[in-house]
């Protein structure tokens, strides 16, 4: 099983990104997937996630306006759209997937099952 996040980098205040999770060797169909990010010093805090045929969605309070996360069971990749980037999104961000076909998404790091290895996102000010 390999999940590659992809699409980090550094952006101006104000930008935005697109992240990108490519899931392998899962039926990624099976799976919720979450967005989670780690500052240094803080813990791992999950962003946003997504059931698995996107019929429902959870954001953090501090993202909502402002990320997007979606994904394409047929390219077994999902995404976060991140717009008006702030400094305090600066972060490692990890995509991470969930072996739930139901309604819900778990908001609990240790209900996902498999991690990517993270992309970095930097805003500056």
């Given at each position: 099983v390999q999940?590659?996040?992809s699409g980090g980098g550094l952006v101006q205040a104000g930008g935005s990104l697109r992240l990108s999770c490519a899931?392998?060797?899962?039926?990624?169909?099976?799976?919720?997937?979450?967005?989670?990010?780690?500052?240094p010093g803080k813990?791992?805090?999950?962003v946003a996630a997504i059931n698995?045929?996107?019929?429902?969605?959870?954001?953090?309070?501090?993202?909502?306006?402002r990320f997007t996360?979606?994904?394409?069971?047929?390219r077994n990749t999902?995404?976060?759209q991140m717009n008006s980037l702030k400094p305090e999104d600066t972060a490692v961000y990890y995509c991470a997937v969930d072996?739930?076909?139901n309604t819900a998404v778990s908001r609990l790091r240790p209900s996902y099952d498999y991690w990517?290895?993270?992309?970095?996102v930097t805003v500056s000010s």
């Open positions: 999940l590659q996040a899931a392998s060797g899962i039926i990624f169909s099976n799976y919720a997937l979450g967005w989670f990010r780690q500052a813990e791992r805090e999950l698995w045929n996107g019929g429902t969605t959870f954001y953090t309070d501090s993202v909502k306006g996360i979606s994904r394409d069971n047929a999902g995404y976060l072996w739930a076909r990517g290895q993270g992309t970095q």
